[in-house]
Structures are given as C-alpha cells and as structure tokens.
Nanobody, 118 residues
Framework: QIQLAESGGGLVQPGGSLRLSCVASGFAFGNYLALWYRQAPGKDRDLELV??????????NYAESVKGRFTISRDNTRSTLYLQMNNLEPDDTALYYC?????????WGQGTQVTVSS
C-alpha cells in the first residue's frame, strides 16, 4: 500500500539547520507532485503549505515565510523527498508532513517534529 515516512526532525537552536526526508513506497513516486506541510503547536492550528516540487523536480515553490531559508528537493531513484532547512527560527517549530496526491487521494506521513529553541 501507499506509505510516506518522514524523518530528520529534532531540537535545534535558532540559526541552525536540519534536513527532513520523506521516503515513499507503494506507488510511482516520480510521477507526482510532492509537498511539505507543517502544523505549529497549539489548538486548532491550520496546516501551512511550506514548499512544493514538481514530479521531475524542475519546478519548486515556497511559502513566503521560508523563502531563501528552505530548499525542497527530491531523488526519484530513491523515492525520497527532502526539505533542507537553514537559518531556523522559533516560528519554524512545528510538526512537518510530506504529502502526495495520488489518483485523487491525499496521502500523508506520520510527521516529524521540528523544535527550534535556545
């Protein structure tokens, strides 16, 4: 079955870096747009779209809040999506999810927690 598994989160000081990974299985990952979302702590916080990348990796887009600091990429030979996060800020603290929509159905991983704190 289709599965997405994120990893790479952790506790980092402001200004630090992390690289998130999302390994996909059960479908032809290279055929689909892939996205990173995040949900900040607190009740009823909405999911925020952080970044997206086209199936071939040639087109990317970012939320204004992360432009110039985050880089989305993918390795279709490894069915893996990445998010390189640099110059992290406390407001980047959130649960980060990868998302792929396959044949009209949204698939999500379990999320990986990123905490930015001194």
């Amino acid at each position: 079955q289709i599965q997405l598994a994120e990893s790479g989160g952790g506790l980092v000081q402001p200004g630090g870096s992390l690289r998130l990974s999302c390994v996909a299985s059960g479908f032809a990952f290279g055929n689909y747009l892939a996205l990173w979302y995040r949900q900040a702590p607190g009740k009823d916080r909405d999911l925020e779209l952080v970044a997206g990348i086209s199936n071939g990796g040639h087109s990317t887009n970012y939320a204004e809040s992360v432009k110039g600091r985050f880089t989305i990429s993918r390795d279709n030979t490894r069915s893996t999506l990445y998010l390189q996060m640099n110059n992290l800020e406390p407001d980047d603290t959130a649960l980060y999810y990868c998302n792929v929509r396959v044949e009209g159905t949204n698939y999500w991983g379990q999320g990986t927690q990123v905490t930015v704190s001194s």
